[in-house]
Each structure stands twice: as structure tokens, then as C-alpha cells.
């Protein structure tokens, strides 16, 4: 039951994540069509400044009248800005067709041809833009446009050193490998800006699952002994002895940091590109599963053993965790307050210290 719980809940991640990359796809096409227009106004008003300084070049040379000079800088001018209307409204009309279609746009080859000038003569395919037929594009598109957007999202994944902080003991001497044991963490996470119009602050929360591995060192693996978990040597040299355990769990985070504001008169939108962040909270979940693989050879035979049982581990997760990075890449440690195993004689409490990555 845990098994389908962890793979229904793991599609619809995957799916989520399909979809979240798709809408950030055209969302940039649409960002880009839009830097197309300054850019026209920029090449156009240049393209005249060139004309005009000819222009000026002939009255000096005395190869034309005042008058005439001033006719064609008229005439130059009026060109030019019939450019930057003709090219603007192109534009215009595309990302309008796109938003209005919610991505399902048929392209005729006239399409196509104007496309091919907006980005040089070439699509994005290579071939000189000359295309006939009809192209159909079927990326979905986001809802309608808001004007300010108070929550974000990301997919998260993060991986590390994984290991436990012993009750009594100091950590130089855990019998858990210290590059051995590791952790991976992957899941979905909301960011929404506190206050109206700051974003220094945000809540961050989400879902996510952990995978906690421990490897024993001295050719040792966990045993249950009644209500006790402990570490026995093996009867045989191991080859490999991990036990990994699997939670999801539900972080909460407060984030502080600066952001850049981009403003126009359809939209504000607050980016943390290249912005130093900082996180700080915590965790609560589930256990859903706990087992141990050892690896070793015995007469001459390979023998994996896959163990699957809760070995005692805690059935409820929680814990502090905190991050901290420039952009997407962070340097990330969490630390569970419960314990690793259910009643035992001395209390073990799992780390992880790694980086995590908000893509």
C-alpha cells in the first residue's frame, strides 16, 4: 500500500514538473518576443540616425539643396517609423495569438516568413524560414496574464552526506561511513511573498521525499532484537551493508533576500536570479518505508539480500532544516529531532548536509 502511495504521489510530481517546464518554455518565447520590440524601436531609430547623417553628408558636399535634404530626412523618418509600427504589430499579433489559443497556434508559411525576420532570417530549426504548410504547436500555455504574481514554484532536489549525531558520543566516532552514507531529496515547493509590495521575505512550503541511507563501517548491519535495533558483524566479509530510509515529509521555510524588480505596464514580476538567499524552518512527515541491502559472496556465489522492515525506525519525521546560496544553488543541512529508532537505549538522530538545487 505505501509502495503505490509513494508511485501515485511520485507521477503526479512528474507530471506537475512536465507541465511547470512546459508553461516556463513559452513563458520565455513570449519574454523574448517582447525584448523584440524595444529592440526593433532601437535598430529603426538607428537605421534613421545613419540616413539622416548621409543625408547631411550630400548637403555638406553641396551634392543637394537644403531644401532637398530636408525632404528626404522627412521622408526617412516617416520610413522608419512605419517600421517600427509594421514590425511592432507583427509582434503584437503573434503573442496575442499565442495567448488567445493558449498555445495551440496553427502557423501558415507567411507566419513562418515573418518569424524568420524576427530572429535573423532562420528559424530555430536551422533552414532558411522559408516553410510551406502548416505548422501546429501544441505547448499549453499558462493561465491569462496577471499583473502581479505573489507565488511561485520549483522543483527541488537536493543530495548530500547523510549520518547521525549519537547521544554521548562524538561525532568523529559514529560507526556510520562518513562519505558512504548519503542522502537524496527531490519534491515541490511554493513560494509566496509575504508582504504586498516587498519582497524581501517569503514563505516557502511544499512536499517532499527523503531518502536517508546509513552504511555501518566494520562489516557490520543492523539487527532487530526485540524492541531494540543494534549493529552485529557479519558472519562473512560484506561487500556492501546500507539501510535506507524513506520519508515524506512537508518543509516549511522562511526566506530572506534581496530580488530584482522587473516592471511594465502589463506586469511585475520579482526575480532571484543571481540573488544571495537564505532559508531557515523546518519539517513534518511520514516514515514509509525503512530496508536494508547487504551485498556479499559466500562459496563462490554472488548474494544480494534486499530486507525490507521497519527495523524499529521512528514512524514520525520531524526536524529543522536551513539553506543557504546565490540563485538556484544552495549549500542545504537538515536535522531530524525524532529519533532514528523507536525506544532505544541510546538516542540517535539522523544529518544531512548537502546542496540543493530550486530549478
Known amino acids: 500500500m505505501k509502495n503505490k502511495v509513494v508511485i501515485s504521489m511520485f507521477l503526479v510530481l512528474l507530471g506537475t514538473l512536465f507541465i511547470h517546464a512546459q508553461e516556463e518554455q513559452i513563458q520565455k518565447e513570449i519574454e523574448r518576443l517582447k525584448t523584440l520590440k524595444t529592440e526593433i524601436t532601437q535598430q529603426e531609430k538607428q537605421a534613421l540616425k545613419e540616413e539622416v547623417e548621409a543625408i547631411n553628408a550630400k548637403l555638406e558636399a553641396k551634392l543637394i539643396t537644403k531644401k532637398e535634404a530636408d525632404e528626404l530626412k522627412a521622408e526617412a523618418a516617416k520610413k522608419r517609423a512605419l517600421n517600427i509600427e509594421n514590425r511592432i504589430a507583427i509582434i503584437e499579433n503573434k503573442i496575442a495569438l499565442i495567448e488567445r489559443n493558449k498555445g495551440k497556434v496553427l502557423e501558415v508559411d507567411t507566419l513562418n516568413y515573418l518569424r524568420a525576420i ?6 530555430e530549426d536551422g533552414d532558411n524560414g522559408n516553410l510551406f504548410g502548416i505548422r501546429i504547436n501544441n505547448n499549453p500555455l499558462r493561465s491569462e496574464t496577471k499583473y502581479d504574481r505573489r507565488t511561485y514554484s520549483d522543483f527541488v532536489m537536493a543530495i548530500g552526506f547523510n549520518n547521525a549525531i549519537i547521544e554521548g558520543e562524538s561525532f568523529v566516532d559514529t560507526p556510520y561511513k562518513i562519505a558512504g552514507s548519503r542522502f537524496f531529496e527531490m519534491g515541490w515547493q511554493w513560494r509566496t511573498r509575504v508582504f504586498k509590495h516587498s519582497n524581501w521575505l517569503r514563505f516557502n512550503y511544499g512536499f517532499s521525499f527523503q531518502f536517508n541511507g546509513l552504511k555501518p563501517e ?6 532487530m532484537n526485540e524492541n531494540q535495533t543494534e549493529l552485529q558483524e557479519f558472519d562473512v566479509e560484506l561487500d556492501k551493508s546500507k539501510l535506507r530510509m524513506d520519508n515524506l515529509v512537508f518543509p516549511i521555510h522562511f526566506e530572506v533576500g534581496p530580488s530584482k524588480t522587473y516592471k511594465t505596464e502589463e506586469k511585475i514580476r520579482y526575480s532571484l536570479q543571481d540573488q544571495f538567499r537564505l532559508g531557515f524552518g523546518g519539517y513534518g512527515g511520514f516514515n514509509i518505508g525503512t530496508r536494508q541491502k547487504l551485498k556479499y559472496q559466500m562459496d563462490g556465489d554472488k ?3 534486499k530486507l525490507k522492515r521497519d527495523y524499529n525506525t521512528s514512524n514520525l519525521i520531524y526536524g529543522l532544516s536551513a539553506y543557504a546560496g546565490v540563485d538556484g544553488m544552495l549549500l542545504y543541512v537538515k536535522y531530524d529531532l525524532n529519533p532514528i529508532f523507536k525506544d532505544a537505549i541510546i538516542t ?3 544529518i544531512s548536509v548537502g546542496l540543493r538545487f530550486d530549478l
Do not use: A, C, L, S
Not at 118 to 123: A, K, P, R, S, T
Not at 218 to 223: E, G, L, P, T
Open 218 to 223: 566494520n562489516n557490520q548491519y543492523f539487527v
Open 348 to 350: 540517535q538522530r539522523n
Open 303 to 305: 548474494i544480494k539480500d
Open 118 to 123: 524576427e530572429i535573423g532570417f532562420g528559424n
